[in-house]
Nanobody, 117 residues
Framework: QVQLVESGGGLVQAGGSLRLSCAAS????????MGWFRQAPGKQRERVAT???????NCADSVKGRFTISRDNAKNTEYLQMNSLKPEDTAVYYC???????????WGQGTQVTVST
């Protein structure tokens, strides 16, 4: 059974940094897209950043230049480095992986990020 476990969330002041981690276990993935999404209270879940099995990355315009997505294949872990955080970045952050071979999607449980003014 595939499991995604996020860590690294917390409370930080505006302008600060956090790094989120998402460790995957329970399966191996050959062709996939891993991503980070977030959901603020009263808002829809939105895509933050993605990285493919080929290493291509994409970030939402709202976080470009501030957030960086990366992965460590040996550890089956993806990361989201978040710099210059703003109060509007406050949300629950979820990681997911979309298995392009099996056409399955898996989600982590979410981790809270709160940015204070």
């Amino acid at each position: 059974q595939v499991q995604l476990v996020e860590s690294g969330g917390g409370l930080v002041q505006a302008g600060g940094s956090l790094r989120l981690s998402c460790a995957a276990s329970g399966s191996t993935f050959s062709f996939y897209v891993m991503g980070w999404f977030r959901q603020a209270p009263g808002k829809q879940r939105e895509r933050v950043a993605t990285i493919t099995s080929g290493g291509s990355t994409n970030c939402a315009d709202s976080v470009k230049g501030r957030f960086t997505i990366s992965r460590d294949n040996a550890k089956n872990t993806e990361y989201l480095q978040m710099n210059s955080l703003k109060p509007e970045d406050t949300a629950v952050y979820y990681c997911n992986i979309r298995d392009l071979v099996r056409n399955d999607i898996y989600w982590g449980q979410g981790t809270q990020v709160t940015v204070s003014t």
